[in-house]
């Protein structure tokens, strides 16, 4: 149906604002009708009807044709076909709020574990640059998620934490109820009602446990890749710093080469074994300082033993 939004609210008893388009999540209860507002989809529950506002820009005709016509049937989670109308229509909504969020954690859930093993595994010397801007947008994509999740469960534990938004939201009162058949107890609507906020809010919160222990595993797996970088940073490092000493040690005994290279004449020239006695003083102090040099930088780079602990 098309309604003017002032003709709606008239329709309805209610006011302009309580049918703003606000996207967030609360539930509601005004003038014996409650308001819902689940980010993007909005909905007035009656004790008679169901009225999803704007549902063509939200592609909802497959919920409706799927499951909720056979939620307000009497066919929803909990057994709330004995309740009235207004029970199995906040069910219904609240059903397929957690089912997208449901659906976001299980798409995001795999994309993560693996990109993760791929990025912990020691046999890689580097890390893919694509595998870690996969893992920063399922990263940011997951703390989206946990808002989500977070906002929902407080727009629940608010109502859950008073009495009195409990009672409002049993749109039906005891009084306008048929008398109960004899031999059988009155259904308490508050308590239905707050075991059907319950039943909920303890599904959000098996997500956020989901959620946490993701992001726990990708803070885990980040420290993981920063140590490994880390290490291979070092490797690097210490062969810089071996080819460096040996340059050292080689450039340090060149300068007896560089003394014969000169154009000054000695009595050396005349001996022909001079020559190989200068190269191997050479390359024999070289080696010797180069190993001075490895041995200095083993004892004050590499970490020491643990001490032993007798048992």
């Known amino acids: ?67 909720l016509a056979p939620q307000l049937a009497g066919e929803g989670q909990l057994v709330t076909y004995s309740l009235p109308f207004e029970f199995r229509a906040l069910e219904a909504i609240l059903q397929h709020r957690i089912s997208i969020l449901q659906e976001r954690l299980q798409y995001l859930q795999p994309h993560i574990l693996e990109t993760l093993e791929a990025l912990v595994d020691p046999k890689l010397m580097s890390v893919d640059r694509s595998k870690l801007h996969v893992l920063l947008q399922n990263g940011k994509s997951l703390s989206e998620l946990e808002t989500d999740i977070k906002v929902f469960k407080e727009a629940i534990l608010e109502i859950l934490n008073e009495d009195e938004l409990i009672e409002e939201l049993c749109l039906t009162k005891p009084d306008s109820l048929q008398p109960p058949v004899e031999g059988t107890s009155r259904i308490d609507h508050a308590e239905e009602m707050e075991l059907l ?34 290490s291979h940073r070092n490797v690097m490092m210490r062969l810089n710093l071996q080819l460096t000493m040996g340059t050292f040690s080689i450039s340090l005994f060149g300068l007896i080469g560089v003394a014969f290279g000169m154009n000054l004449e000695s ?21 010797l300082i180069w190993r001075r040099l490895l041995s200095f930088l083993g004892r004050h780079i590499e970490p020491s033993k643990p001490p032993s602990v007798c048992w």
């Open 1 to 67: 149906i098309e309604r003017k939004k002032t003709e709606l609210y008239q329709e309805l008893g209610l006011q302009a604002r309580d049918l703003r388009f606000q996207h967030l999540v609360s539930i509601s209860s005004r003038n014996n009708k409650i308001i819902l507002r689940m980010e993007f989809l909005k909905a007035v529950i009656t004790t008679e009807y169901l009225l999803i506002l704007d549902y063509r820009n939200l592609h909802l005709e497959q919920w409706f044709l799927r499951e």
């Open 197 to 230: 906020l319950e039943n909920y809010h303890r599904q959000a919160e098996d997500l956020a446990n989901v959620a946490r222990e993701l992001r726990l595993l990708i803070d885990d797996s980040e420290s993981v890749i920063f140590l490994n970088l880390d």
């Open 267 to 287: 009595t050396f020239e005349d001996d022909a074994k001079i020559f190989w006695f200068v190269t191997g003083v050479m390359f024999l102090g070289s080696g």
